[in-house]
C-alpha cells in the first residue's frame, strides 16, 4: 500500500513481487483539501492516535487490530 501521492517507481508484476500481490494506492481529495488540512495542522486543531511499532512486534500489533484494540493508526518501524 502507498498512502499518498510520494512519487518514485517500484517494479511490480512477475518475478518481482510474491504471486497473487496486489498493489495499491490511497489518494483522495484535491491540493486545495490537502492545504486545508494543512492549516488545521498548523493551528493544531487536528487530532490523530498514531502509534509506531517495532517490526519485530508485528504479529502483537496485527493481533491488537483483530481485536480491535488499536486507537487510530499503528505505523511499523523497521
Known sequence: MQIGEAGGSIRFGMGFVPHESCFTTSIWGSKQDLLAVLQYARKGELEWDVETVPLE??????????????????????
Open 57 to 78: 512486534n508485528i504479529n502483537e500489533a496485527l493481533s491488537r487490530v483483530r481485536r480491535g484494540d488499536v486507537l487510530g493508526r499503528l505505523v511499523v518501524t523497521p
